[in-house]
């Protein structure tokens, strides 16, 4: 699979990177070279919570036309005081974002605060839906609750993400009875006996965005290392050998689910 895409006209969206992580600190500016040259020239940037905001609003003023960033709540910094973050979040109204995100619910790491994960969530459904923007939801361990959560806003429009999707098939469709909804594919997909790999054969390419999560998440053959922007390429590869379609055809499909998306 391809490393690099210096040679061809195919571009590629990440509509999931990190990259104000402290992982790439003092670095950000090579892995977005990187990145151009791999054909990734746009970079979604989800927000977290309170203390890497100002952090990511940086990085996308000083790479304007590139990164693009988001405002939300993370479900795993989701705690009694939430709503104190809600408010930190909100004083950040009059900047411009691609979407609201990411929020969702988080089982995995602990299941403490999952009736305020639940409110938090459905709170900024609306608010996406107020401001007419898209919604990246982070789901690990909760897709029970998470449906919840949809059935309560059914009334609704929604449209979004489902970041790094690791759904069912069945999943995947009972989705698409709430909403307009993507899948987040990312460098899972690369590794031994994903599970992600059969559902993914069933999903259109037209509902697929392409994401690396970096800085976590490192897709083969660079497993091991920090993930960043410019692997994308080795995630459409991969993708492209399951559908059985050529990579350009997974870059275009893609790159114009992702423009649609997120209105770049």
Known sequence: MPASNENTDMEFIDTHTHLYDEAFKGEEGQAVERADAAGVRKLILPDIDSSSR??????????????????????TSVDAG???????MEQYA??????????????YWSKDFIQEQKEALEYQI?????????????????????????????GIEMRGVFHAFSGSIETFRRLQ?????????????????AAIAETVREIPLGRIVLETDSPYL??????????ESSYIPYIAGRLSEIKGTSIEETAEVTTSNARELFNL
């Not at 100002?54 to 479900?75: E, I, Q, T, V, Y």
């Not at 909403?179 to 690369?190: A, F, P, Q, R």
């Open 218 to 227: 490192t897709p083969v053959p660079k497993r091991g290392t920090r993930n």
């Open 177 to 193: 009875k709430y909403g307009d909804w993507y899948v987040g594919i990312g460098g899972v997909l690369t590794y031994k006996k």
């Open 82 to 88: 939430w709503k104190t973050e809600i408010e930190k």
């Open 126 to 154: 609306r608010l996406a839906y107020e401001k007419n923007l898209p919604i990246i939801i982070h789901s690990r361990e909760a897709t029970g609750p998470i449906f919840e959560v949809l059935e309560k806003c059914r």
């Open 94 to 107: 009059d900047r411009e974002i691609k979407a609201i995100g990411e929020t969702g619910m988080d089982c």
């Open 54 to 75: 100002d952090s990511m609003f940086s990085l996308a003023d000083r790479f304007p036309g590139k990164a693009f960033p988001c405002l939300g709540l993370h479900p």
